[in-house]
T-cell receptor, first 111, second 114 residues
Framework: ELKVEQNPLFLSMQEGKNYTIYCNYS?????LYWYRQDPGKSLESLFV?????AVKQEGRLMASLDTKARLSTLHITAAVHDLSATYFC???????????FGQGTRLTINP | DSGVTQTPKHLITATGQRVTLRCSPR?????VYWYQQSLDQGLQFLIQ???????AKGNILERFSAQQFPDLHSELNLSSLELGDSALYFC?????????????FGDGTRLSIL
């Protein structure tokens, strides 16, 4: 059974700092997604990572994928308050279509 | 706005009752997915339909059922409701299974069981 684990689950940081959220998964997969969720809101797609070594950047967020290590990272650069949200990684099981989500990382950025 | 429409936004009902949640996918999307989000279980995949046919099943209880209609909208039926069914239910859609695009999520239906 595919397990997806995020680390850390809670992160409180100051504006201007850098930090990384880690996402480990237990079995082979060829697609990994990052989503953002604001409190009480829907999930917003951030990145789709499709191959080993894939790196995608949008603003202060950069995501990467290492399929050999079964690891994805979401790096936040010079954090700003607007990035406060819960971030989920999700993996698709090869040959299936169901997304398996990590527990989510609740990120709080303090002024 | 993801283009995925879910109704109702909120639903309050009692134990033992039955409810129907509705989802209209984005224009052009043929695949619909249902997820349950709760504090203790996190985000869990329930079921997927593609062009009217069930494609994948996850941790969906026997008391729950779903279908996708010819116009591609989908309904999730929850019956014999229990307190533990209180959760946020999301619908997502994508063009098709296997396509390298994200699933787009609706705003969810918040179900509260009293």
């Amino acid at each position: 059974e595919l397990k997806v684990e995020q680390n850390p689950l809670f992160l409180s940081m100051q504006e201007g700092k850098n930090y990384t959220i880690y996402c480990n998964y237990s079995t082979t997969s060829d697609r990994l997604y990052w989503y953002r969720q604001d409190p009480g809101k829907s999930l917003e797609s951030l990145f789709v990572l499709l191959s080993n070594g894939a790196v995608k950047q949008e603003g202060r967020l950069m995501a990467s994928l290492d399929t050999k290590a079964r690891l994805s990272t979401l790096h936040i650069t010079a954090a700003v308050h607007d990035l406060s949200a819960t971030y989920f990684c999700a993996v698709i099981i090869q040959g299936a279509q169901k997304l398996v989500f990590g527990q989510g990382t609740r990120l709080t950025i303090n002024p | 706005d993801s283009g995925v429409t879910q109704t109702p936004k909120h639903l309050i009902t009692a134990t033992g009752q039955r409810v129907t949640l509705r989802c209209s996918p984005r224009s052009g999307d043929l695949s619909v997915y249902w997820y349950q989000q709760s504090l203790d279980q996190g985000l869990q995949f329930l079921i997927q339909y593609y062009n009217g046919e069930e494609r994948a099943k996850g941790n969906i209880l026997e008391r729950f059922s779903a279908q996708q209609f010819p116009d591609l909208h989908s309904e999730l039926n929850l019956s014999s409701l229990e307190l533990g069914d209180s959760a946020l239910y999301f619908c997502a859609s994508s063009v098709a299974p296997g396509v390298n695009q994200p699933q787009h999520f609706g705003d969810g239906t918040r179900l509260s069981i009293l």
